[in-house]
Each structure stands twice: as structure tokens, then as C-alpha cells.
Nanobody
Framework: QVQLVESGGASVQAGGSLRLSCAAS????????WGWFRQAPGKEREGVAT???????DYIYSVEGRFTISQDNAKNTLYLQMNSLKPEDTAMYYC?????????????????????????WGQGTQVTVSS
């Protein structure tokens, strides 16, 4: 059974930095698509960043240049380095992972949509940025 545990969330002031971690267990396949999502109060969950089996990354426009997604395959851990944090980054942050049998199929369906609908999810970690 796949389990994801996020950590690293905290309350920080605008301009500060945080590094979120997502430790995974129960992974038995050899190719995964990973992602970070966030959900602010009263808003829909949105994708923040993804990293595919080849290490290709994608970000939503609002975090490009400030956030970096990375992974440590040996530790089955996903990271999100967040710099220059803004109050609008305040949200519960979730990691998600899904097996990749065909990136072509996933891309045709939409990477964010596929992760959201078919991925395993953690319980989230809260990030609060004050101005």
C-alpha cells in the first residue's frame, strides 16, 4: 500500500523560504510521476509542480522561478523548495504520485488531471505566509 507523508510546512513571513518533503513508502514500480498540489481555504486544489520519470519539471506560472521540485529516488522522497514566498502561497500543500506506464497517454489526458484523479495522495502540510 502506497503511503505519502508530507512535512516541512510552517508559518513564515513574506520573502522567506521553506522546503517541503514528501516521504513515500510502498512504491514497487520503477517509473513514477510526482507532483505538488495546494489548496487554499475556499479555493479549488491546484497543481503547483510536477516531475516526470525523466526528470522533466513543470510549474504553474505563479511559482516559476521561485519554487523548485526535486526528488531523491534512493530515498523515495519528493521535495519542494519554496523561495520568495508570498501571502498568496498560503495553502495546504499535498504531494501526489502515480505510476507511469505511458507518458504519452498521461500527457494526452493532462498531467495535472491524471495525477489528481489517479494518484496516491498524502495528508498535506500547512504553509502560511504572512505579509
Amino acid at each position: 500500500q502506497v503511503q505519502l507523508v508530507e512535512s516541512g510546512g510552517a508559518s513564515v513571513q513574506a520573502g522567506g523560504s521553506l522546503r517541503l518533503s514528501c516521504a513515500a513508502s510502498g512504491l514497487t514500480y520503477n517509473k513514477y510521476l510526482w507532483g505538488w498540489f495546494r489548496q487554499a481555504p475556499g479555493k479549488e486544489r491546484e497543481g503547483v509542480a510536477t516531475i516526470d520519470p525523466d526528470g522533466n519539471t513543470d510549474y504553474i506560472y505563479s511559482v516559476e522561478g521561485r519554487f523548485t521540485i526535486s526528488q531523491d529516488n534512493a530515498k523515495n522522497t519528493l521535495y519542494l523548495q519554496m523561495n520568495s514566498l508570498k501571502p498568496e502561497d498560503t495553502a495546504m500543500y499535498y504531494c501526489a504520485v502515480t505510476e507511469v506506464h505511458s507518458m504519452t497517454v498521461i500527457q494526452a489526458l493532462g498531467v495535472w488531471t491524471f495525477l489528481r484523479d489517479y494518484g496516491y495522495w498524502g495528508q498535506g502540510t500547512q504553509v502560511t505566509v504572512s505579509s
